[in-house]
């Protein structure tokens, strides 16, 4: 294996091999502490412009399944990073392994850094950009892009309008932010018409039930013309639901500021609770920016609020149908515990 | 927020250590107990067990060293009159009693409210139809068997559940009649056998070499769910969990897998409504995502100490929380001492747990894995690579191996078969079957254990590979030893592989250890903080790895830590008291000023819980870790005096690389040790001791033997609860174990001894500075010397020695101590005949009666000592040992019904899992409370008596005089009879499984006739497949109390002949001697 390093903003440089495309690259250098999931986590298209850092070291250990098991059609984080990779894997419906998918997509990874250290360094210092190296490889890049004045929506977004289970009863639209597999599916399974519109498309020219709001990655600053498009859905009363990035722009369509955290949550074990109740949940989060809940006009309030940090989790509207949460209630990866969210916002329609 | 009616708790504790059921509830009681004087609740305690922490003063109000059975906790109900119950830290002990008082009204009766799981819930979960039910309910999967009465409905059933399956003949013992099918044809045949023994079979789908993973869940009653932590069998279904090692977080599981299993989970304990924690096992097919709930725990249980240890979550203080009322959102993180409570713990390591057996201590045992659990004890390693975790984690059991690769070479005969059969050497096996070539798919064909473990155990032996082709230290280039760290490699391996010297293997690996250095290849420290790095944790819960470039933290500098090196897995011979002895030390260092900072991997134990200490090294106790430790910590000392034996081992080592040991010197404790040198130093003051000789040729020990005469002892001389130590009759026996012994030690001589008959044996308990005596304890043993103090009944203080011995024993031990300049704890044992007073065996340390002698004393031993180890001048106590007015008997629980085919018997090598100890105003209060505490029963009806030699029957006449006038029918083998009748006393003849004459012995048991056995084997010699054999197990195998010792049984049957349960008198610890 060739020898690969990660050298951060700040100089700092960690040193391990490469197990897949010799290529350099650049990102933001995120964590996450999920402890399964790659495949999900890898194409999962809010990681866009990113290098994920597991903390969890044992990696590639079940594979590669089909990509019908995927959350997009391909890796979409800039390169992985992890302690202990397996080059060996044993599950029954894998089809290649982690390191011969990387290299079919042409995306670095390393193994064999001290990834609590890390970790560590990005959650005392907050994220930072980082380059990949890679011995032998003589294109590496020399200077660090600006992740967060990027639009990486515009590049995950679908270009054109794609519909599913045409016909059903109720019609909602997607606004495709980078949307995960997973999302669809789940809407799909409880038998509505999805409407998958990209992600500036002016969607109130449509008829529709209901309107959902997708993740997606980067800044949602980045996205006026979805955020109008949010405004002009308002002025009608029809339930809107939106995830993460969903979040962040149903927010600022409702006049609310959103932030960039420290080191973002990137986990399947965030404890988020109910506002004004004692029932809480655990989450799949992955999210560098959050609504400033001190922002919230009179009409809005909180709905979840992260149990660790005290961070907003989610809005609701007084008094009409419009919901969002920063957790992936979709789960794929993570916990399974707010998916009745879908139900609630199907009841809606 | 809590229940504010509750003031007063009952806590069930567990009882004796037994197979099964072990430290982990020692660990949870405690947690508990803190939990709820933290709450400023009043806290009553019932537990037997007096070694544990749990039981020790100022962790409940009150403590009941009592049976945890009905009867008892009823009693002590009546007279505490607490407000609320807690079942579920007990196991299944405490779960039992409780369920049972319960149905019979008591909690009702007295107003009890039982705190956290509702009892229905409990009741759910434990009976398997209702379980069942429950489950279909919600549309969970469970495993489902179907009982037929012919071959044809057998045919009907298999169809419908799909083959494999498993065929179980009803009500047959021992499995007569079962097995795997695989088609029709082979369902056919063995069902027609099945039922030449029984009507009635039972058709299960069999789900052989499916997974096996656990989910450890929480909720509270607001239906808040967590859960803490998810583990994976290595090996595949079959094998009992205790029995495998285990691995947390699951590792070949997709994250489809993973939460499709916790989302079943979460739904089973809300459905069932547990309140607190709880376990649920699950099978998963490895083909396909299809499951099978195999049960669900409604209590804290072994897994869940585990997981408590593998993720930093303290689950039954939780649990206990919980059962106050509170939510998991009222909770703090243990850790992070910031975040919330209701989170699931990310680890950035892997955990690996691996049992430990001491089959090879029982005669005729099945060496089997199956369905049933045989393991002691168990260790978790941590490492940030798998090989790394498991490596350590075999060095870790303590039986001779180095890691997965450079183990003495262990012959078999048939590979194909023993990776088919497992059993405890299954490791060992998959290691000799890789070197004779096995690849991943041979081994994984016939074991069924996931290729992916497999192929990490091949990167182990690739790497050992590469390390053969060095041929010495300097062709090891750096990448390669950096690769071998990673993946666990000891310095003694990589040594042993490059081939260095194997003369000196100590000097060897110190060598590549200084190679290390200079390359500046060093483990870092790694903090295991619940959430993988996310959020700063001021955690002290520590493990060592090499995978990593930076640690967490660095040493105190203010030479102010002291290092209290653990007792490591338990094992038959090291137990909960080292755990207890350690959690003292740790207690008074940090009292005095001193930061305390344990190294010990035993996840049963409370010392390994992170709150215990300053700094918590979950890591190894090899002399290479330790040293790594020590250089890390620079501490101002090192306790080796407190962990058993396996900390004083290192004491010499440790001292040779300039580590300051606290308390007696290193020197000492080897002269102490060694016995050629004990034995110079004994002679030299004049201390009489059993005649000995170190052997080294066969003509030596004939002509030994010529001069003392059959029985001797035979042992190496560094032993460790009798390991290989053995009492030979004959010359044949002396040959057996010649051979063993021989395996066991290179360094040191085998030491054959005369063995003395009919001597009491007597314990001297004390703590020395500066070689004075400041304060002792002298215990006798019930039984005559031959049985291992280990297993002994213990009496404390001593009612029947002569003032003389007691004289001559304090005199003695006042020599040894001043000759070895003793500061600290230390034990002698004595054999005493007629006041001639021999010294049988000295350590320079804690011994596993120092906790019940100073809870009997009420003055802490351990305490003190760590005190005198502090180098403080500490005066001597007031307290002695003749001031009592009370008893305290330890009495040894046995786990014989646990290992198959066994035989039943006490000898020289230890074979007791757990102790008791029990205080009353007189023996016979003490005996009978003990008794009853390790299971006896008083029987109603009649007694089986073969009382062994004419000098044991002469023994045992007095007790059995007292049966017969009590009213019980007697029984009796035909020379037992004999003797009895010639003595005037009615009784029955029977007859020995070998005689065909009516009535048979074995009858009597299967009828219940006899509801207590005393059989005394006639002499010391192994038990073969005799008649005695045959009785004493049929005894274990249906739960018949048995007594194998006439000076035990004389006393038991004295006690329960004398005076009545309800004599006995209810009174907490404090309330004796006030």
Redesign the interface.
């Not at chain 2, 041979?442 to 041929?471: G, N, P, V």
């Not at chain 2, 005096?641 to 007696?664: C, D, E």
């Not at chain 2, 003389?804 to 006042?814: A, F, G, L, M, Q």
């Not at chain 2, 007015?885 to 007791?912: E, H, T």
């Given at each position: 294996m060739n020898k690969a390093t990660l050298i951060l903003d700040d100089g700092t440089r960690f040193c391990g091999y490469s197990f897949c495309a010799p290529r350099g690259t650049a990102g933001e250098v995120v964590f996450n502490t999920a402890m399964t999931g790659y495949p999900e986590s890898l194409t999962d298209p809010s990681y866009a412009g990113q290098i994920m850092v597991l903390t969890y070291p044992l990696v590639g250990n079940y594979g590669v399944p089909a990509p019908e098991l995927w959350e997009s059609g391909r890796i979409h984080a800039e390169a992985l990073i992890v302690s202990d990779y397996s080059t060996d894997y044993s599950h029954w419906n894998a089809r290649e392994s982690l390191g011969q998918w990387l290299r079919r997509e042409h995306v670095p990874a390393i193994t064999g850094i001290d990834t609590r250290a890390l970790t560590q360094l990005l959650r005392e210092h907050g994220v930072m950009m980082g380059r990949i190296e890679i011995e032998g490889d003589q294109a590496s890049p020399a200077s660090f892009p600006d992740y967060g004045s990027e639009n990486y929506v515009e590049k995950v977004s679908c270009r054109e309008v794609i519909r599913y289970n045409e016909g059903a009863p109720k019609r909602v639209v997607l606004v495709d932010c980078g949307v995960k597999a997973n999302i669809i599916r789940c809407l799909q399974r409880r038998g509505v018409e999805i409407v998958r519109v990209p992600w500036d498309y002016d969607f109130n020219v449509l008829s529709y039930d209901g309107l959902f709001l997708s993740n997606g990655p980067g800044n949602p600053d980045n996205c006026p013309q979805a955020v109008d498009n949010i405004r002009k859905a308002m002025q009608a009363d029809k339930p809107i639901f939106g995830i993460c990035m969903g979040n962040q722009l149903l927010a600022k369509a409702g006049g609310a500021k959103v932030y960039k955290l420290k080191y973002g949550h990137r986990s399947h074990n965030q404890p988020v609770g109910m506002t004004g109740t004692n029932r809480c949940f655990i989450t799949s989060q992955n999210h560098g920016y959050a609504v400033d809940a001190s922002t919230l006009s009179a009409d809005w309030e909180p709905l979840f609020e992260n149990m660790n940090d005290g961070s907003n989790e989610g809005i609701r509207h007084n008094g009409k149908p419009w919901f969002s949460v920063q957790f992936h209630p979709e789960a794929a990866a993570g916990p399974t515990d707010t998916q009745f969210l879908f139900d609630d916002f199907i009841s809606m329609l | 927020m809590f229940h504010l009616t509750i003031h007063k708790v009952l806590l069930l504790g567990s009882g004796a250590l037994k197979i099964g059921e072990a430290g982990e509830f020692d660990y949870s009681g405690s947690q508990a107990l803190k939990a709820l004087r933290e709450e400023g609740l009043e806290t009553v305690l019932i537990n037997p067990n007096i070694a544990t922490v749990q039981t020790s003063e100022g962790v409940a109000d009150k403590i009941y060293f009592l049976p945890v059975t009905p009867y008892f906790v009823e009693r002590v109900i009546a007279k505490e009159r607490p407000d609320g119950i807690f079942l579920s830290f007990g196991g299944q002990t405490a779960l039992n009693c409780g369920v049972e008082l319960y149905k019979s009204g008591v909690l009702d009766r007295y107003g009890v409210k039982v705190l956290g799981t509702p009892v229905q819930s409990i009741i759910d979960t434990e009976d398997r139809e209702i379980f069942v039910h429950r489950l279909d309910e919600i549309g969970v999967k469970t495993i489902r068997s179907e009982a037929v009465d012919t071959v044809e409905q057998a045919l009907q059933a298999a169809g419908r559940l799909g083959y494999p399956v498993i065929v179980r003949a009803a009500y047959a013992l021992g499995g007569l009649g079962s097995g795997f099918c695989d088609n029709e044809g082979e369902l056919r045949l063995l069902c027609e056998k099945a039922f030449s023994f029984s009507p009635q079979v039972l058709i299960e789908k069999s789900l052989k070499g499916w997974k096996e993973i656990e989910y450890e869940v929480v909720r509270d009653r607001?239906?808040?769910?967590?859960t803490v932590c998810n583990m994976e069998n290595f090996d595949p279904l079959g094998i009992h969990t205790g029995e495998s090692i285990v691995i947390a977080?699951?590792?070949?599981?997709?994250?489809?897998e993973?939460?499709k299993l916790?989302?079943l989970a979460?739904r089973i304990i809300r459905h069932i409504g547990i309140v607190g924690e709880c376990n649920v096992q699950y099978a998963l097919d490895?083909?396909?995502e299809d499951y099978r709930v195999i049960e669900v725990n409604a209590r804290l249980s072994r897994s869940s100490a585990l997981a408590s240890k593998a993720t930093g979550y303290p689950l039954a203080f939780v649990a206990a929380k919980l059962g106050l009322g509170y939510?998991?959102?009222d909770l703090k993180n243990a850790v992070t001492k910031?975040?919330?409570a209701?989170?699931?713990?990310?680890?950035?390591?892997?955990v690996c747990k691996i049992p430990r057996w001491d089959l090879g201590k029982f005669h005729g045992v099945d060496r089997a894995l199956g369905s049933s659990m045989k393991s002691v004890g168990e260790v978790m390693a941590i490492g940030?690579?798998?090989e790394e975790a498991i490596q350590k984690g075999l060095r870790m059991i303590g039986q001779g191996m180095h890691g997965f690769v450079e183990n003495k070479e262990l012959v078999i005969s048939d590979v194909d078969k023993a990776l088919r059969e497992p059993t405890d050497k299954r490791i060992c096996v998959i290691s000799e079957a890789f070197d004779a070539g096995y690849t991943v798919d041979q081994i994984h064909a016939l074991t069924k254990i996931?290729?992916?473990f497999l192929?990490?155990l091949k990167y182990i032996m690739d790497t050992d590979a590469r390390l053969h082709a060095c041929h010495g230290l300097d062709n090891l280039s750096v990448d390669l030893l950096r690769l071998a760290k990673r993946q666990g490699f000891s310095d003694f391996q990589i040594a042993h592989a490059i081939g260095m010297d194997a003369e000196d293997m100590e000097q060897a690996s110190l060598l590549v250890r200084a190679r290390r250095k200079e390359l500046g290849i060093l483990p870092?420290v790694?903090q295991i903080d619940t959430?993988?790095?996310?959020?700063?944790a001021q955690t002290n819960y520590l493990y060592l790895t090499y995978?990593?470039?930076?640690s967490?933290v660095q040493g105190f500098d203010d030479d102010s830590a002291i290092v209290v090196l653990g007792s490591g897995a338990y094992r038959i011979g090291s137990s909960v008291e080292f755990d207890w002895c350690g959690v003292q030390a740790l207690n008074t260092i940090r009292r005095e000023g001193y930061r305390g900072v344990m190294v010990n991997y035993n996840p049963e134990t409370v010392s390994t819980d992170y709150d215990i200490c300053d700094r918590l090294y979950f890591d190894e106790l090899t002399f290479e870790r330790i040293m790594d430790i020590l250089e890390i910590e620079s501490p101002h000392g090192v306790i080796v005096s407190t962990g058993g034996q396996i900390p004083n081992n290192h004491a010499l080592r440790l001292a040779q690389q300039g580590v300051r040991i606290l308390g007696t010197s290193a020197e000492s404790i080897d002269n102490a040790e060694d016995r050629d040198k004990f034995s110079a130093m004994l002679d030299r003051i004049g201390v009489d001791q059993p005649e000995w000789s170190a052997l080294t040729t066969m003509e030596d020990i004939h002509a030994f033997i010529g001069r003392v005469g059959f029985p001797v002892l035979v042992r190496p001389s560094y032993v460790l609860s009798g390991a290989a130590m053995n009492v030979c009759s004959n010359y044949d026996e002396l040959n057996r174990f010649l051979t063993l012994a021989a395996n066991v030690s290179q360094k040191h001589p085998v030491v054959v001894s005369r063995f003395i008959e009919h001597a009491k044996e007597v314990e001297m308990d004390a703590v020395a500075q500066d070689g004075e005596i400041v304060a002792y304890a002298i215990s006798e043993h019930i039984e005559y010397a031959g049985v291992h103090s280990g297993d002994a009944t213990i009496q404390f203080p001593p009612q029947k020695l002569y003032v003389e011995t007691v004289r001559r024993i304090k005199r003695i031990s006042r020599e040894i101590a001043r000759e070895l300049n003793i500061s600290g704890p230390f034990n002698i044992q004595y054999l005493a005949r007629e006041n001639d007073i021999k010294v049988i065996e000295c350590n320079l340390r804690a011994s596993r009666s120092f906790p019940f002698v100073s809870k009997v004393l009420k003055l802490n031993l351990i305490e003190l000592a760590t005190r005198v180890m502090l180098g403080q001048k500490v005066e001597k106590p007031s307290k002695s040992l003749f001031d009592l007015d009370y008893v305290g008997i330890k009495a040894s629980q046995f786990s014989f019904n646990r290992l198959q085919n066994a035989d039943p018997v006490l000898g020289v090598d230890m074979a007791s899992t757990g102790e008791v100890g029990c205080i009353g105003e007189d023996t016979r209060c003490a005996i009978l409370k003990s008794m009853l505490s390790v299971g006896y029963r008083i029987p109603e009806k009649g007694i089986l008596l073969s009382t062994g030699d004419a000098c044991q029957k002469a023994d045992m006449l007095p007790a059995v005089r007292m049966l017969a006038a009590k009213g019980y029918r007697i029984y009796a083998t035909d020379g037992t009879s004999a003797f009895l009748s010639r003595n005037g006393i009615d009784n029955t003849t029977v007859y020995w499984p070998d005689d065909p004459r009516m009535p048979q012995a074995l009858d009597l048991l299967h009828s219940r006739e006899v509801d207590m056995v005393v059989n005394i084997p006639k002499n010391l010699t192994v038990g073969e497949l005799d008649n005695g054999y045959r009785i004493r197990r049929a005894a274990i195998d249906l739960n018949i109390p048995l007594l194998t010792n006439a000076r035990l049984a004389g006393a038991f049957i004295a006690a329960f002949c004398t005076m009545s349960v309800d004599d006995l008198a209810i009174k907490s610890w404090d309330e004796y001697g006030n």
């Amino acid at each position: 294996m060739n020898k690969a390093t990660l050298i951060l903003d700040d100089g700092t440089r960690f040193c391990g091999y490469s197990f897949c495309a010799p290529r350099g690259t650049a990102g933001e250098v995120v964590f996450n502490t999920a402890m399964t999931g790659y495949p999900e986590s890898l194409t999962d298209p809010s990681y866009a412009g990113q290098i994920m850092v597991l903390t969890y070291p044992l990696v590639g250990n079940y594979g590669v399944p089909a990509p019908e098991l995927w959350e997009s059609g391909r890796i979409h984080a800039e390169a992985l990073i992890v302690s202990d990779y397996s080059t060996d894997y044993s599950h029954w419906n894998a089809r290649e392994s982690l390191g011969q998918w990387l290299r079919r997509e042409h995306v670095p990874a390393i193994t064999g850094i001290d990834t609590r250290a890390l970790t560590q360094l990005l959650r005392e210092h907050g994220v930072m950009m980082g380059r990949i190296e890679i011995e032998g490889d003589q294109a590496s890049p020399a200077s660090f892009p600006d992740y967060g004045s990027e639009n990486y929506v515009e590049k995950v977004s679908c270009r054109e309008v794609i519909r599913y289970n045409e016909g059903a009863p109720k019609r909602v639209v997607l606004v495709d932010c980078g949307v995960k597999a997973n999302i669809i599916r789940c809407l799909q399974r409880r038998g509505v018409e999805i409407v998958r519109v990209p992600w500036d498309y002016d969607f109130n020219v449509l008829s529709y039930d209901g309107l959902f709001l997708s993740n997606g990655p980067g800044n949602p600053d980045n996205c006026p013309q979805a955020v109008d498009n949010i405004r002009k859905a308002m002025q009608a009363d029809k339930p809107i639901f939106g995830i993460c990035m969903g979040n962040q722009l149903l927010a600022k369509a409702g006049g609310a500021k959103v932030y960039k955290l420290k080191y973002g949550h990137r986990s399947h074990n965030q404890p988020v609770g109910m506002t004004g109740t004692n029932r809480c949940f655990i989450t799949s989060q992955n999210h560098g920016y959050a609504v400033d809940a001190s922002t919230l006009s009179a009409d809005w309030e909180p709905l979840f609020e992260n149990m660790n940090d005290g961070s907003n989790e989610g809005i609701r509207h007084n008094g009409k149908p419009w919901f969002s949460v920063q957790f992936h209630p979709e789960a794929a990866a993570g916990p399974t515990d707010t998916q009745f969210l879908f139900d609630d916002f199907i009841s809606m329609l | 927020m809590f229940h504010l009616t509750i003031h007063k708790v009952l806590l069930l504790g567990s009882g004796a250590l037994k197979i099964g059921e072990a430290g982990e509830f020692d660990y949870s009681g405690s947690q508990a107990l803190k939990a709820l004087r933290e709450e400023g609740l009043e806290t009553v305690l019932i537990n037997p067990n007096i070694a544990t922490v749990q039981t020790s003063e100022g962790v409940a109000d009150k403590i009941y060293f009592l049976p945890v059975t009905p009867y008892f906790v009823e009693r002590v109900i009546a007279k505490e009159r607490p407000d609320g119950i807690f079942l579920s830290f007990g196991g299944q002990t405490a779960l039992n009693c409780g369920v049972e008082l319960y149905k019979s009204g008591v909690l009702d009766r007295y107003g009890v409210k039982v705190l956290g799981t509702p009892v229905q819930s409990i009741i759910d979960t434990e009976d398997r139809e209702i379980f069942v039910h429950r489950l279909d309910e919600i549309g969970v999967k469970t495993i489902r068997s179907e009982a037929v009465d012919t071959v044809e409905q057998a045919l009907q059933a298999a169809g419908r559940l799909g083959y494999p399956v498993i065929v179980r003949a009803a009500y047959a013992l021992g499995g007569l009649g079962s097995g795997f099918c695989d088609n029709e044809g082979e369902l056919r045949l063995l069902c027609e056998k099945a039922f030449s023994f029984s009507p009635q079979v039972l058709i299960e789908k069999s789900l052989k070499g499916w997974k096996e993973i656990e989910y450890e869940v929480v909720r509270d009653r607001f239906d808040n769910c967590i859960t803490v932590c998810n583990m994976e069998n290595f090996d595949p279904l079959g094998i009992h969990t205790g029995e495998s090692i285990v691995i947390a977080p699951s590792q070949t599981l997709s994250n489809s897998e993973y939460h499709k299993l916790r989302e079943l989970a979460i739904r089973i304990i809300r459905h069932i409504g547990i309140v607190g924690e709880c376990n649920v096992q699950y099978a998963l097919d490895p083909e396909s995502e299809d499951y099978r709930v195999i049960e669900v725990n409604a209590r804290l249980s072994r897994s869940s100490a585990l997981a408590s240890k593998a993720t930093g979550y303290p689950l039954a203080f939780v649990a206990a929380k919980l059962g106050l009322g509170y939510g998991l959102f009222d909770l703090k993180n243990a850790v992070t001492k910031s975040t919330s409570a209701f989170f699931e713990p990310a680890l950035d390591y892997v955990v690996c747990k691996i049992p430990r057996w001491d089959l090879g201590k029982f005669h005729g045992v099945d060496r089997a894995l199956g369905s049933s659990m045989k393991s002691v004890g168990e260790v978790m390693a941590i490492g940030r690579t798998f090989e790394e975790a498991i490596q350590k984690g075999l060095r870790m059991i303590g039986q001779g191996m180095h890691g997965f690769v450079e183990n003495k070479e262990l012959v078999i005969s048939d590979v194909d078969k023993a990776l088919r059969e497992p059993t405890d050497k299954r490791i060992c096996v998959i290691s000799e079957a890789f070197d004779a070539g096995y690849t991943v798919d041979q081994i994984h064909a016939l074991t069924k254990i996931d290729k992916w473990f497999l192929c990490k155990l091949k990167y182990i032996m690739d790497t050992d590979a590469r390390l053969h082709a060095c041929h010495g230290l300097d062709n090891l280039s750096v990448d390669l030893l950096r690769l071998a760290k990673r993946q666990g490699f000891s310095d003694f391996q990589i040594a042993h592989a490059i081939g260095m010297d194997a003369e000196d293997m100590e000097q060897a690996s110190l060598l590549v250890r200084a190679r290390r250095k200079e390359l500046g290849i060093l483990p870092v420290v790694k903090q295991i903080d619940t959430l993988a790095g996310e959020f700063p944790a001021q955690t002290n819960y520590l493990y060592l790895t090499y995978s990593g470039v930076e640690s967490d933290v660095q040493g105190f500098d203010d030479d102010s830590a002291i290092v209290v090196l653990g007792s490591g897995a338990y094992r038959i011979g090291s137990s909960v008291e080292f755990d207890w002895c350690g959690v003292q030390a740790l207690n008074t260092i940090r009292r005095e000023g001193y930061r305390g900072v344990m190294v010990n991997y035993n996840p049963e134990t409370v010392s390994t819980d992170y709150d215990i200490c300053d700094r918590l090294y979950f890591d190894e106790l090899t002399f290479e870790r330790i040293m790594d430790i020590l250089e890390i910590e620079s501490p101002h000392g090192v306790i080796v005096s407190t962990g058993g034996q396996i900390p004083n081992n290192h004491a010499l080592r440790l001292a040779q690389q300039g580590v300051r040991i606290l308390g007696t010197s290193a020197e000492s404790i080897d002269n102490a040790e060694d016995r050629d040198k004990f034995s110079a130093m004994l002679d030299r003051i004049g201390v009489d001791q059993p005649e000995w000789s170190a052997l080294t040729t066969m003509e030596d020990i004939h002509a030994f033997i010529g001069r003392v005469g059959f029985p001797v002892l035979v042992r190496p001389s560094y032993v460790l609860s009798g390991a290989a130590m053995n009492v030979c009759s004959n010359y044949d026996e002396l040959n057996r174990f010649l051979t063993l012994a021989a395996n066991v030690s290179q360094k040191h001589p085998v030491v054959v001894s005369r063995f003395i008959e009919h001597a009491k044996e007597v314990e001297m308990d004390a703590v020395a500075q500066d070689g004075e005596i400041v304060a002792y304890a002298i215990s006798e043993h019930i039984e005559y010397a031959g049985v291992h103090s280990g297993d002994a009944t213990i009496q404390f203080p001593p009612q029947k020695l002569y003032v003389e011995t007691v004289r001559r024993i304090k005199r003695i031990s006042r020599e040894i101590a001043r000759e070895l300049n003793i500061s600290g704890p230390f034990n002698i044992q004595y054999l005493a005949r007629e006041n001639d007073i021999k010294v049988i065996e000295c350590n320079l340390r804690a011994s596993r009666s120092f906790p019940f002698v100073s809870k009997v004393l009420k003055l802490n031993l351990i305490e003190l000592a760590t005190r005198v180890m502090l180098g403080q001048k500490v005066e001597k106590p007031s307290k002695s040992l003749f001031d009592l007015d009370y008893v305290g008997i330890k009495a040894s629980q046995f786990s014989f019904n646990r290992l198959q085919n066994a035989d039943p018997v006490l000898g020289v090598d230890m074979a007791s899992t757990g102790e008791v100890g029990c205080i009353g105003e007189d023996t016979r209060c003490a005996i009978l409370k003990s008794m009853l505490s390790v299971g006896y029963r008083i029987p109603e009806k009649g007694i089986l008596l073969s009382t062994g030699d004419a000098c044991q029957k002469a023994d045992m006449l007095p007790a059995v005089r007292m049966l017969a006038a009590k009213g019980y029918r007697i029984y009796a083998t035909d020379g037992t009879s004999a003797f009895l009748s010639r003595n005037g006393i009615d009784n029955t003849t029977v007859y020995w499984p070998d005689d065909p004459r009516m009535p048979q012995a074995l009858d009597l048991l299967h009828s219940r006739e006899v509801d207590m056995v005393v059989n005394i084997p006639k002499n010391l010699t192994v038990g073969e497949l005799d008649n005695g054999y045959r009785i004493r197990r049929a005894a274990i195998d249906l739960n018949i109390p048995l007594l194998t010792n006439a000076r035990l049984a004389g006393a038991f049957i004295a006690a329960f002949c004398t005076m009545s349960v309800d004599d006995l008198a209810i009174k907490s610890w404090d309330e004796y001697g006030n």
